[in-house]
């Protein structure tokens, strides 16, 4: 049995990183070793969250060990608390990493964990050069790096950028485990009658945090060259939700749309996931998206823009449509989804999918470990 420690968000903070840090800590409980997760007291000053809250209002989850401990902006808290766990002593940490704006704070932990010769640092990064630049992106990513002993990434892109900073230190491609956690799937019909959506209607999902990079944008001018689809957008705006008012009126395309612009809780992902014929990923650039493992999950079809690491998670004309990332191209994908047939797709998600496991995320995470010279 290891003891593994997990730095990275969880609940109460809601979204993507603490739903994977939570199943991810699940999983190595599963397996019979001691995992607890350090979250964030203060994750992001109000000021530069672009959302309503950060905060969940689901319940916790059960048999999971959270300290709510780490300010992301106070330079005590972080001696303190990389002090607390130098003297725990974990055989392993596992450290998220997604943000420049975090490298102080988690580098600084690490800098002091490190001190007691024993505790192995693993960094999942999600992302290394960030979707949005901003100053102090290069010092602050390279101080935290610094601090790890290995990697993993879960797209070749952000292997490609670590490199950039990490040439020789031990590394390993994983694929994003599927979300298992937002319970089982149910009939389309039955999705479609909870949420109050028209059965019979062809309707394509847009899911997640709305930001410049997921080019909803170019979803909403490609919707203006189809007929008699809908587009279900599903998530909270985190710019300014004025430019895609402008944009849905200038273009005409205002009763093509069913708009739940709010954030969905996980209690809820399962509807909107399974009221769906396909999920759309119009990225203009992409590292990875949980998204992908999502609609996985789920087994839907996706039509993906060729960015990023989208096109190696998403075989074209077998688990979804491939398509450049511009409005026309995004259009003509989504007819082919329809000319395909749903139907077409199931089969290659089913086998796709079974490569996707969180025990194979672990596995990975002792594999490194056993790489790791102390």
């Given amino acids: 049995m290891s003891k593994v420690i997990i730095i990275g968000p969880a609940h109460p903070l809601r979204g993507g990183l603490a739903t994977f840090n939570q199943r991810l800590a699940k999983q190595f409980i599963d397996e019979g070793h001691d995992c607890s997760i350090y979250s964030f007291s203060l994750q992001y ?49 596992v450290v998220r990493f997604w943000l420049p704006f975090m490298g102080p704070a988690l580098g600084t932990i690490l800098k002091k964990i490190r001190k007691n010769n024993h505790t192995k640092i693993i960094c999942i990064a999600d992302n290394v050069i960030p979707h949005e ?24 892109k952000v292997m490609a950028d670590l490199r950039l900073f990490q040439k020789a230190k031990p590394a390993k491609l994983v694929t994003h485990p599927l979300y298992d956690n937002f319970g089982e799937i149910i009939s389309k019909a039955d999705a ?78 399962k509807y909107y996931l399974c009221a769906a014929d396909a999920v759309i990923q119009p990225y203009r650039n992409a590292t990875q998206s949980g998204v992908t493992p999502l609609a996985y999950h789920f087994e839907k079809p996706m039509v993906v823009t060729n960015v990023g690491g989208l096109p190696s998670l998403v075989p074209d004309e077998k ?40 025990a194979n995320m672990v596995s990975s995470v ?8 102390k």
Avoid at 136 to 155: E, H, N, Q, V, W
Avoid at 194 to 213: A, H, V
């Fill in 45 to 93: 000053p109000s000021f530069l969250f672009p959302g309503k809250t950060q905060y969940s209002n689901e319940p916790a989850p059960e048999n999971l060990k959270i300290h709510t401990v780490i300010n992301s902006v106070n330079p005590f808290n972080w001696i303190k608390t990389g002090n607390r766990l130098k003297k725990e002593k974990p055989d392993i940490i």
């Fill in 133 to 156: 630049k901003r100053f102090g992106d290069k010092p602050f990513t390279r101080y935290f790096l610094k601090r790890c002993d290995a990697f993993i990434t879960m797209s070749e």
């Fill in 192 to 269: 479609r009658k909870y949420l109050g959506l028209p059965e019979n209607e062809k309707i394509i999902l847009f899911f997640g945090f709305i930001r410049k990079y997921k080019g909803l944008d170019l979803l909403l001018e490609a919707m203006s060259h189809l007929k008699n689809i809908k587009l279900l957008v599903t998530g909270e705006f985190y710019e300014d939700e004025k430019l895609y008012k402008e944009q849905i009126e200038k273009l005409g395309i205002k009763d093509q749309l069913i708009l739940k612009t709010d954030f969905i809780p996980d209690s809820e992902v």
């Fill in 319 to 358: 688990v979804g449509i491939v398509v450049e990332p511009n409005p026309q191209a995004i259009a003509g994908g989504i007819l082919k989804f329809y000319q395909l047939g749903e139907n077409y797709f199931i089969p290659h998600l089913r086998n796709e999918k079974q490569k996707y496991s969180w």
């Fill in 366 to 373: 002792f594999q490194l470990a056993n790489d790791i010279q």
